[in-house]
């Protein structure tokens, strides 16, 4: 049985069995099942793992880039905004920006360790 899910991106059919599917976030190694549909970001934020959003969200920024490890596939498709963003910073073909990718399938991905110093307020590893 197939499933009708609707994001920002449209509709979008999915398979019964991936209607709570799971992203995996490394190197947290925690796991968590969401609904179809749910942001990267709000995925980690259900598993209680802060991503930093600078824009508040927007894809107007690449703070909440992640790694996608596997399962590219299961996410919705890259809109203008966040493809311009990753094209300007060079990681189009390895990152998606959390707060715009939705998950209809699992997913692993890896998040920045993200350090403060003295010489610079907050840096991405």
Not at 17 to 31: E, F, N, Y
Not at 56 to 74: E, F
Not at 82 to 101: F, V
Request: glycine share 10%; with cysteine; charged share 15%.
């Amino acid at each position: 049985m197939y499933w009708l899910c609707y994001s920002v991106r449209g509709f979008r059919a999915i398979d019964e069995s991936q209607a709570m599917p799971t992203v995996r976030i490394l190197p947290d190694g925690l796991t968590v099942q969401i609904k179809a549909g749910t942001s990267l970001l709000a995925s980690a934020s259900a598993g209680g793992v802060e991503l930093m959003h600078s824009c508040g969200g927007i894809g107007a920024c690449t703070s909440c880039r992640v790694l996608i490890l596997s399962g590219q596939d299961h996410l919705s498709v890259i809109g203008t905004a966040e493809h311009e963003q990753l094209r300007e910073s060079g990681i189009l073909d390895t990152h998606r920006l959390a707060c715009q990718a939705m998950v209809f399938g699992n997913v692993v991905l890896e998040r920045p360790l993200w350090r403060s110093s003295p010489d610079s307020p907050v840096t991405g590893d």
